[in-house]
């Protein structure tokens, strides 16, 4: 296991070297382009394009400020800040904030949310890939327990509205989950939107108000759910500054057990074509048993699937309506080039791997 400089050193995380340097200008239309708004703090990531370091923030390279020392794949925070002559991007460092708030008088003025909180965004940032912690507050005898607990109808209703229903699944039921899904609150709000009809994290925080001091076993898992989403929200962030698109989340449903999905497509490299979307899949069904699910789009319409299962029972399904679901899918506008079917647990991949060409393939025991 690393630790110390060499775990610093390792990129893709929230791993920031500051040094001091002249801020970065920005025109006022490629500001609003960003999205910025004056005092915000942003992430970016540091890129090495041909024998050039790129700063790349929300999708755009810019030339590093002078006097700047970075590796490629390092991570920096920078301030936004709007003049009478265009925008400034500054260096910020949120890892000397605490030592600066301690050493502040006690008529200073309080520091902005970003600053304090910098601490707990970069212990998000080292959390693991979701836990099954949503997972278990969403099984329907869970939920069941949980809410008869708070007693509280309200909570109950909303909790109902939340959840989706199997047979009843489309585009726009599974669009309206994603936004409610907890990830994209703060920032429809930033932007002066309206917030989601139903939030899982707004959910999350009034069932914690509702037990109150009871329940304390109860509440720290729901605290820790909590968690897990907001560690996915750093690492879309994360994601987002190195030109990929990556976010994970757990939808509730009314006649199953909750599912877990995740969103992947990874950086487009410079001249190259795009890259593959990929949506994973995991769950638990009482009938079927655990299933992942690993779905690639490539050339915008063809699709490979990949399905582990580990009851024989649903091996043989999928592959009794396999053919079906192709017909399904060309309905759709889309080609399934190939749907492998493992009788066995998935095992780990690499996030941006995606199934090699070629025919069909059906592996099971």
Same mark, same amino acid.
């Given at each position: 296991?690393?630790?110390?400089?060499?775990?610093?050193?390792?990129?893709?995380?929230?791993?920031?070297?500051?040094?001091?340097?002249?801020?970065?200008?920005?025109?006022?239309?490629?500001?609003?382009?960003?999205?910025?708004?004056?005092?915000?703090?942003?992430?970016?990531?540091?890129?090495?394009?041909?024998?050039?370091?790129?700063?790349?923030?929300?999708?755009?390279?810019?030339?590093?400020?002078?006097?700047?020392?970075?590796?490629?794949?390092?991570?920096?925070?920078?301030?936004?800040?709007?003049?009478?002559?265009?925008?400034?991007?500054?260096?910020?460092?949120?890892?000397?904030?605490?030592? @600066?708030?301690?050493?502040?008088?006690?008529?200073?003025? !309080?520091?902005?949310?970003?600053? =304090?909180?910098?601490?707990?965004?970069?212990?998000?940032?080292?959390?693991?890939?979701?836990?099954?912690?949503?997972?278990?507050?969403?099984?329907?005898?869970? @939920?069941?327990?949980?809410?008869?607990?708070? @007693?509280?109808?309200?909570?109950?209703?909303?909790?109902?509205?939340?959840?989706?229903?199997?047979?009843?699944?489309?585009?726009?039921?599974?669009?309206?989950?994603?936004?409610?899904?907890?990830?994209?609150?703060?920032?429809?709000?930033?932007?002066?939107?309206?917030?989601?009809?139903?939030?899982?994290?707004?959910?999350?925080?009034?069932? =914690?108000?509702?037990?109150?001091?009871?329940?304390?076993?109860?509440?720290?898992?729901?605290?820790?759910? =909590?968690?897990? =989403?907001?560690?996915?929200?750093?690492?879309?962030?994360?994601?987002?500054?190195?030109?990929?698109?990556?976010?994970?989340?757990?939808?509730?449903?009314?006649?199953?057990?909750?599912?877990?999905?995740?969103?992947?497509?990874?950086?487009?490299?410079?001249?190259? !074509?795009?890259?593959?979307?990929?949506?994973?899949?995991?769950?638990?069904? !009482?009938?079927?048993?655990?299933?992942?699910?690993?779905?690639?789009?490539?050339?915008?319409?063809?699709?490979?699937?990949?399905?582990?299962?580990?009851?024989?029972?649903?091996?043989?399904?999928?592959?009794?309506?396999?053919?079906?679901?192709? !017909?399904?899918?060309?309905?759709?506008?889309?080609?399934?080039?190939?749907?492998?079917?493992?009788? @066995?647990?998935?095992?780990?991949?690499?996030?941006?791997?995606?199934?090699?060409?070629?025919?069909?393939?059906?592996?099971?025991?």
């Amino acid at each position: 296991m690393l630790s110390g400089p060499e775990q610093a050193a390792l990129p893709g995380r929230l791993n920031p070297i500051y040094l001091e340097g002249r801020p970065l200008q920005l025109e006022t239309p490629i500001a609003q382009q960003l999205g910025l708004r004056d005092g915000q703090v942003v992430q970016a990531s540091v890129e090495l394009r041909g024998e050039v370091l790129k700063l790349l923030l929300n999708g755009k390279l810019f030339d590093l400020p002078p006097a700047l020392r970075f590796r490629p794949g390092d991570s920096v925070f920078l301030r936004a800040y709007q003049g009478a002559n265009g925008w400034l991007l500054k260096i910020f460092d949120p890892a000397a904030q605490p030592a @600066a708030t301690a050493a502040a008088p006690a008529s200073a003025p !309080e520091l902005p949310a970003a600053q =304090i909180n910098a601490s707990r965004l970069a212990a998000l940032s080292l959390r693991p890939p979701m836990s099954p912690t949503l997972l278990d507050v969403f099984a329907p005898r869970q @939920a069941a327990a949980l809410l008869q607990t708070t @007693a509280n109808p309200e909570l109950a209703a909303l909790f109902q509205r939340m959840q989706l229903s199997m047979r009843g699944l489309s585009s726009a039921s599974l669009q309206a989950a994603v936004l409610g899904s907890g990830l994209w609150m703060e920032a429809l709000l930033s932007r002066g939107q309206s917030a989601p009809a139903t939030d899982t994290k707004a959910w999350l925080r009034r069932m =914690i108000r509702a037990l109150g001091d009871k329940e304390t076993s109860v509440v720290a898992r729901l605290n820790k759910a =909590i968690e897990d =989403i907001e560690s996915a929200q750093v690492e879309s962030l994360a994601a987002q500054s190195r030109g990929e698109l990556s976010f994970g989340m757990v939808l509730p449903f009314a006649d199953a057990n909750p599912v877990q999905i995740r969103f992947f497509r990874p950086a487009r490299q410079p001249g190259g !074509e795009a890259p593959p979307f990929s949506v994973d899949i995991h769950t638990q069904n !009482e009938v079927l048993g655990e299933i992942w699910l690993k779905t690639s789009i490539t050339r915008a319409s063809h699709v490979d699937l990949m399905m582990w299962a580990l009851k024989g029972s649903s091996v043989r399904l999928a592959q009794k309506h396999r053919d079906a679901l192709g !017909e399904r899918l060309k309905k759709a506008g889309l080609t399934m080039d190939s749907f492998r079917i493992f009788h @066995a647990a998935r095992p780990s991949l690499p996030e941006g791997w995606s199934p090699p060409a070629g025919a069909m393939l059906d592996v099971c025991a």
